[in-house]
């Protein structure tokens, strides 16, 4: 049985085996072509998107570490 994927840029049939190099893409070029626009919509975003993504987690390291400090003490006392 062959598996068959279609290609992302120009949804040309592909075989899905080793020797493809290039899949799910036909082709370098289909490759190249795909990841030229993931690089493009990257460069589009605004730049506000990286600090909403990286501020929660600057928070919950804050949040455990604060957790942290105050169990030892908790446990000292009792
Ligand atoms: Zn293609």
Do not use: Y
């Not at 020797?19 to 605004?46: H, M, V, Y």
Request: charged content about 25%; some cysteine.
């Amino acid at each position: 049985m062959t598996t068959t994927v279609n290609c992302p840029s120009c949804k040309a049939h592909v075989v899905w085996k080793t020797s493809s190099t290039f899949r799910p893409f036909c082709s370098k070029r289909c490759q190249l072509i795909d990841l030229g626009q993931w690089a493009a919509e990257e460069n589009r975003l605004p730049s506000g998107a990286n600090i909403n993504e990286q501020n929660p987690i600057n928070i919950d390291i804050e949040d455990i570490e604060a957790l942290l400090s105050e169990q030892p003490d908790d446990f000292f006392k009792s």
